[in-house]
């Protein structure tokens, strides 16, 4: 027979910090609760320029100057 057992979850809620401006794109970001991690929100071009969560900052910032690009080549087209 298996025996019961009671799993307890030991993380702690996610904690949101302090949005980052970035050349006019607002980069958000958060602690991850589990691992601790601080995590940031920011546009990707694999996925088309939708939001990715990334662990650190600098590909954060050099992913929001390519969606500027990607927004200026675009306006330009049109």
């Not at 702690?12 to 991690?37: A, W």
């Not at 969560?53 to 080549?73: H, N, P, R, S, Y």
């Amino acid at each position: 027979m298996a025996r019961s057992t009671k799993l307890r979850f030991k993380g702690k809620p996610s904690e949101v910090l302090e949005p980052i401006e970035f050349e006019g794109y607002t980069i958000q970001s958060l602690r991850h609760g589990v691992t601790g991690n601080v995590l940031y929100r920011y546009p990707s071009e694999e996925y088309d320029w939708e939001g990715c969560w990334g662990m650190d900052l600098e590909t954060a910032k050099k992913a929001v100057l390519k969606f500027k690009e990607a927004q200026q080549v675009q306006s330009v087209q049109s």
